[in-house]
């Protein structure tokens, strides 16, 4: 059974965390302080730390650099409120193997996890590839075949999300809480409007469609 290390202060969140992964097969410890966090998480044997960036007594950065320093190579999801560039490539300079903003849905959260989980401790990941398909998490841009695709600031959010779920589907509720902020939004035609903005930038001529909709269940993006 794996076991997990919860370090978040927000008790709702915690407690939610703590019965989800239960649910899910996990065995769980957490923390509601970074003092508390780090003292478990530096006894090892976890196989996984969800860490939250902002703690009261010492932050999940402090965290996560001391354990990086002691050559603990556990795997760490970093929880935070900040998506800008700047936090994003902080993030991952201190050590942290994947991030997640903060609202998030449960279920990409027990997905990233089990990457982890799968691949173990490596390299950062700030490039994620699906196919001829390339998206620079750091720099914010994409491209296929080594041509760029000019994408806003949401264009590149949704087909963010659709790239991490390769090959999976994606409901407009996924969409509209997880990328959005806006869970209404799935009865909307909002999500609508950028999935077709996208299907126009990243779709070549002649090739078979990479944003494939699902009747009744929203989008997947097929390799």
Same mark, same amino acid.
């Given at each position: 059974?794996?076991?997990?290390?919860?370090?978040?202060?927000?008790?709702?969140?915690?407690?939610?965390?703590?019965?989800?992964?239960?649910?899910?097969?996990?065995?769980?410890?957490?923390?509601?302080?970074?003092?508390?966090?780090?003292?478990?998480?530096?006894?090892?044997?976890?196989?996984?730390?969800?860490?939250?960036?902002?703690?009261?007594? /010492?932050? @999940?950065?402090?965290?996560?650099?001391?354990?990086?320093? &002691? +050559? =603990?190579?556990?795997?760490? %999801? *970093?929880?935070?409120?900040?998506?800008?560039?700047?936090?994003?490539?902080?993030?991952?300079?201190?050590?942290?193997?994947?991030?997640?903003?903060?609202?998030?849905?449960?279920?990409?959260?027990?997905?990233?996890?089990?990457?982890?989980? /799968?691949? @173990?401790?490596?390299?950062?990941?700030?490039?994620?590839? &699906? +196919? =001829?398909?390339?998206?620079? %998490? *750091?720099?914010?841009?994409?491209?296929?075949?080594?041509?760029?695709?000019?994408?806003?600031?949401?264009?590149?959010?949704?087909?963010?999300?659709?790239?991490?779920?390769?090959?999976?589907?994606?409901?407009?509720?996924?969409?509209?809480?997880?990328?959005?902020?806006?869970?209404?939004?799935?009865?909307?035609?909002?999500?609508?409007?950028?999935?077709? %903005? *996208?299907?126009?930038?990243?779709?070549?001529?002649?090739?078979?469609?990479?944003?494939?909709?699902?009747?009744?269940?929203?989008?997947?993006?097929?390799?």
């Amino acid at each position: 059974m794996p076991r997990v290390l919860v370090i978040e202060d927000e008790i709702k969140v915690r407690r939610s965390l703590e019965a989800g992964l239960m649910d899910a097969g996990f065995e769980v410890k957490t923390a509601a302080n970074g003092n508390e966090g780090a003292r478990l998480a530096a006894l090892a044997g976890f196989d996984c730390v969800i860490l939250d960036w902002m703690l009261p007594d /010492r932050d @999940g950065l402090q965290i996560l650099n001391d354990l990086r320093l &002691a +050559g =603990d190579t556990t795997p760490v %999801l *970093l929880l935070t409120a900040r998506d800008a560039i700047d936090d994003r490539v902080l993030g991952l300079d201190s050590g942290a193997d994947d991030y997640l903003v903060k609202p998030f849905a449960f279920a990409e959260l027990l997905a990233r996890i089990r990457v982890l989980l /799968r691949r @173990g401790r490596s390299e950062p990941q700030t490039v994620l590839r &699906a +196919g =001829d398909l390339e998206l620079d %998490l *750091l720099k914010r841009r994409a491209n296929r075949e080594g041509e760029t695709i000019d994408l806003t600031h949401r264009e590149f959010e949704v087909l963010e999300y659709l790239v991490r779920h390769l090959n999976e589907p994606v409901t407009r509720e996924m969409l509209g809480l997880d990328v959005f902020k806006e869970p209404d939004y799935a009865y909307t035609n909002v999500i609508e409007v950028y999935i077709n %903005l *996208l299907r126009k930038k990243i779709e070549l001529a002649g090739r078979a469609p990479r944003i494939v909709t699902l009747r009744g269940i929203g989008y997947k993006l097929q390799e």
